[in-house]
């Protein structure tokens, strides 16, 4: 059967851009194939954490590799590629988008090009009835992680994928994407000068194994089990709220939030829920380095957006209490 224009009847304010064009697409039938560049890359970073990390552990290499952790993921992939580049949830000066989706190429994920394609594609595929179990984090545990972390999905009628302007035609992020491993070398090359093999096994090998592998043990929770306030209905896939995640992933964790608001630049929506890439982003704010921050209180109304009976008192208090704040 086909799936027509299978981008979803909310408005398009709720996402930031569209840029999955579904006419004739069907996100539920493709073949999954082993990746060599995806896998012996992370293969590569993981062996090398593992055995150089052992090897040359202190204390030292374990406080840059938890800071260097701390600054790509909460600046380059929450702040920069997510909440920025791929949702359009905040404005800021062309100079400090670069500087944070610079540092989200450092997680090791993928380029700017290739972190929008990879997400947005997602995104299309879970917001209908089916899709195919790759997208839906839908298979047991390890075939899961075998699948994300080093293989790729080709879809058989795959959708038309568009750019916009100012993205595809930037040569900076061109060239990020082009250099997206080499982009490592020269962290490594300054580490290797400043504290020995062991700052690059753990500021360089380390962080990209922890992070990359770290994204996807969240992904698969986020959308397998946990807390939901929202219901989106239609949708094939729903997100979870990852307990006791929120602060390490930057905010990340709390995904049934971003599934009921996709544009919104805060994700811990409620009491309790911690979100590092909020508070960046509000003092960003304060030194004039951001505006037009958007949060549930911004967005247009999404008639499949439903509260569960958990979060129905909450909900209906949402969004006046950001708008508050």
Request: glycine share 10%.
């Amino acid at each position: 059967m086909t799936i027509a224009s299978t981008s979803p009847p909310d408005r398009h304010a709720n996402f930031g851009v569209h840029r999955v064009l579904a006419d004739a697409a069907d996100p539920r039938f493709g073949r999954v194939r082993w990746s060599p560049v995806k896998s012996l890359w992370l293969t590569g970073m993981t062996t090398a954490a593992i055995v150089g990390g052992a090897l040359t552990f202190s204390w030292d290499a374990l406080a840059l590799f938890l800071v260097t952790c701390a600054i790509t993921l909460c600046g380059g992939h929450s702040l920069g590629m997510h909440r920025r580049l791929i949702h359009n949830s905040y404005d800021c000066p062309r100079w400090l988008e670069y500087l944070l989706v610079y540092l989200g190429v450092l997680v090791g994920m993928a380029g700017p090009y290739g972190m929008i394609r990879t997400h947005d594609l997602r995104d299309w595929a879970q917001r209908n009835p089916r899709c195919h179990d790759y997208f839906a984090h839908r298979r047991p545990f390890l075939q899961d992680g075998w699948w994300q972390l080093h293989c790729e999905l080709t879809l058989d009628r795959p959708p038309v994928f568009a750019f916009e302007d100012r993205i595809a035609n930037d040569r900076a992020y061109r060239l990020m994407e082009s250099t997206l491993i080499w982009q490592q070398l020269p962290w490594a090359l300054l580490f290797l000068a400043l504290g020995g093999w062991g700052w690059v096994f753990w500021g360089v090998c380390a962080r990209v194994a922890v992070c990359v592998t770290g994204h996807w043990l969240v992904g698969y929770f986020a959308h397998n089990s946990g807390h939901r306030d929202w219901h989106v209905e239609g949708a094939g896939v729903q997100g979870y709220n990852v307990r006791f995640c929120g602060l390490i992933t930057m905010g990340e964790a709390w995904h049934n939030n971003h599934h009921a608001f996709p544009g919104s630049a805060r994700l811990g929506l409620y009491e309790g829920q911690a979100d590092p890439g909020w508070w960046v982003l509000k003092a960003l704010q304060r030194l004039g380095l951001a505006w037009n921050i958007k949060t549930p209180a911004d967005l247009a109304p999404r008639p499949q957006l439903v509260a569960l009976a958990a979060g129905v008192d909450r909900g209906a208090l949402l969004v006046p209490q950001l708008a508050a704040n």
